[in-house]
């Protein structure tokens, strides 16, 4: 099946800082991907749309300006948690929409300090 | 908004009995797609079910789409340790901006 990757696996960083995290599709384009947050024992929460080339799609609640998602080509998109402060740890995960399904990555736990 | 409610949040079973999630949607549904994610792991499509009234199987997993297309069950005859996991159930409602929205998911957890 299709795979999705992402960088970092985990990271920890101090309150204040920015964090980045890539979203790779290794096999195959697309054109739009998800970016999710999951608390522990919790659904995904849908937080944007990323659509290569143009803005991204934010879910109402979200701060676009905190959560800064760049889809800079069909196989990569970032987003960076800026300022990132404790109630900003999670585990976010993304995905690729490739015809039906979703192909989710393996997640990236962040820890804020 | 559209909201998708999963039952039950946990289920605990004996190795062999059988396991059901249900799965139901505020408003009517494009197609709803089943993911499971194992402990530790990231979500894993299962299956999508477009028509009023679909059923599919997967060996001893059963889907069903009802056929308002507002729910969705999955059922698990003679549980296995491996099927332990979250299920999650996903509506699209269509339209041209696609999106899933996700259930809070069934925890199964299986004693052997």
């Known amino acids: 099946g299709a795979v999705v990757s992402q960088h970092p696996s985990w990271v920890i960083c101090k309150s204040g800082t920015s964090v980045k995290i890539e979203c790779r599709s290794l096999?195959?384009?697309?054109?739009?991907m998800f970016w999710y947050r999951q608390f522990p024992k919790q659904s995904l929460m849908l937080m944007a749309t990323?659509?290569?080339?143009?803005?991204?799609?934010?879910e109402q609640g979200v701060e676009k300006d905190k959560f800064l998602i760049n889809h800079a080509s069909l196989t990569l998109s970032t987003l960076t948690v800026t300022s990132a402060h404790p109630e900003d740890s999670s585990f976010y995960i993304c995905?690729?929409?490739?015809?039906?399904?979703?192909?989710f990555g393996p997640g990236t736990r962040l820890t804020v300090t | 908004g559209q909201q998708v409610m999963q039952i039950p949040q946990y289920q605990h079973v004996q190795e062999g009995e059988d396991f059901t999630t249900y799965c139901n949607s505020s408003t009517t549904l494009s197609n709803i797609q089943w993911y499971k994610q194992r402990p530790g792991g990231h979500p894993v499509f299962l299956i999508q079910l477009v028509k009023s009234g679909e059923v599919k199987k997967q060996k001893r997993l059963t889907f069903q789409f009802g056929e308002a297309k507002k729910n969705s069950s999955l059922h698990i005859t003679a549980t296995q340790t491996t099927d332990v996991g979250t299920y999650f159930c996903?509506?699209?409602?269509?339209?041209?901006?696609?999106?899933?929205?996700f259930g809070k998911g069934t925890l199964l957890t299986v004693n052997p």
């Open positions: 990323s659509n290569e080339g143009s803005k991204a799609t934010y």
């Open positions: 996903a509506g699209d409602s269509g339209g041209s901006n696609y999106k899933l929205t």
């Open positions: 995905s690729a929409r490739r015809q039906v399904e979703q192909y």
């Open positions: 096999d195959f384009q697309a054109t739009t």
